[in-house]
């Protein structure tokens, strides 16, 4: 079976970032070719994607409505192994503590815990926050404070930029896994948790393919989207599942989607979003 690596930047993400989604992709391509699994592609790839300080996740962040950074990833595969954190702070890359907490008897690890736990595992402390990221927060206090909104309000209303990243991959050996990765949306509250960690809502994997989501959060984890296009899979190929899945939203709802199964990749999305893949024949959809 041919490998097949899709990364993304994120739901909203535009052509300025669209290099770094073809060196995430690259990253995870040369672990394949080295004699990597799907998972060592997946982690490598996002790797990348929360390095670059352009993308909302890892470094550059968006900030919680009190000025802290509270991160998410998660990282599934085909053998229905999971590894998440949420609401971690002060690391530079969260997939990597998720990956480590796929070694554990536990699926997810939260808030001020996840944190404890990568540190316990050589994780040192660093702090994601960036100069855009702070301009950031202080434009979404103003908004507030001049539209009297509380702080959840309207939020997906008002959503721009770019959101969640992640990747998924397929190995020579038909294993498949899904990962991503996230620093949120604006008008967070300390301790908000998206659906970027949620098993089945921001990611799925198993024997059938890998899916991965982006969007606004508390939409996606309503439908249970990626469990939702996974089951679709067998029925729709890669193809089709992927623009079910972004049919059960309105189009003011933001959602992107990237898959892989046994019968290639795809991706869909209502936005702009930057994104590649080394499969063959796939094209851009918006739906």
Same mark, same amino acid.
């Given at each position: ?10 739901? /909203? ?18 672990? &394949? ?18 390095? !670059? ?12 409505? $009190? ?15 999971? /590894? ?12 990597? +503590?998720?990956?480590?907490?796929? $070694?554990?008897?536990?699926?997810? &690890? ?16 660093? !702090? ?61 509250? #300390?301790?908000? +948790? /998206? ?10 994997? /198993? ?16 439908? +249970? ?24 939203? #309105? ?17 869909? $999305? ?18």
């Amino acid at each position: 079976m041919r490998p097949i690596v899709v990364t993304h930047c994120g739901v /909203g993400s535009i052509a300025e970032v669209q290099d770094v989604a073809g060196r995430s992709g690259r990253a995870g391509m040369q672990q &394949l070719r080295r004699g990597g699994s799907a998972l060592d592609a997946a982690i490598a790839a996002v790797v990348v994607l929360e390095d !670059d300080p352009r993308t909302n996740a890892g470094t550059g962040s968006r900030m919680r409505l $009190d000025g802290s950074i509270q991160m998410d990833a998660a990282v599934m595969d085909s053998r229905r192994r999971v /590894g998440a954190v949420a609401a971690i702070s002060n690391v530079k890359n969260p997939i990597l +503590v998720a990956r480590k907490v796929m $070694d554990t008897p536990h699926l997810l &690890l939260t808030g001020e815990w996840a944190t404890r736990f990568a540190r316990r595992h050589g994780f040192p402390f660093y !702090d994601p926050a960036t100069d855009r990221a702070r301009e950031r927060w202080h434009n979404t206090l103003t908004e507030l404070a001049k539209k009297k909104l509380p702080a959840w309000a309207k939020a997906w209303r008002t959503y721009s930029g770019s959101d969640t990243v992640g990747a998924v991959a397929r190995d020579g050996k038909g294993r498949f896994v899904a990962a991503n990765s996230t620093g949120g949306v604006s008008y967070m509250l #300390p301790g908000r +948790v /998206g659906d970027s960690p949620i098993v089945g809502a921001g990611l799925y994997a /198993g024997p059938m393919g890998a899916v991965a989501a982006t969007g606004v959060g508390e939409e996606i984890v309503r439908l +249970v989207l990626c469990k939702f296009v996974y089951d679709q899979i067998e029925d729709l190929g890669v193809r089709g599942a992927c623009d079910a899945g972004l049919k059960l939203f #309105p189009k003011s709802v933001p959602i992107g989607l990237i898959a892989v199964a046994k019968d290639g990749a795809a991706e869909a $999305d209502n936005r702009e979003m930057a994104w590649w893949t080394t499969a063959a024949h796939v094209r851009k959809r918006r739906v």
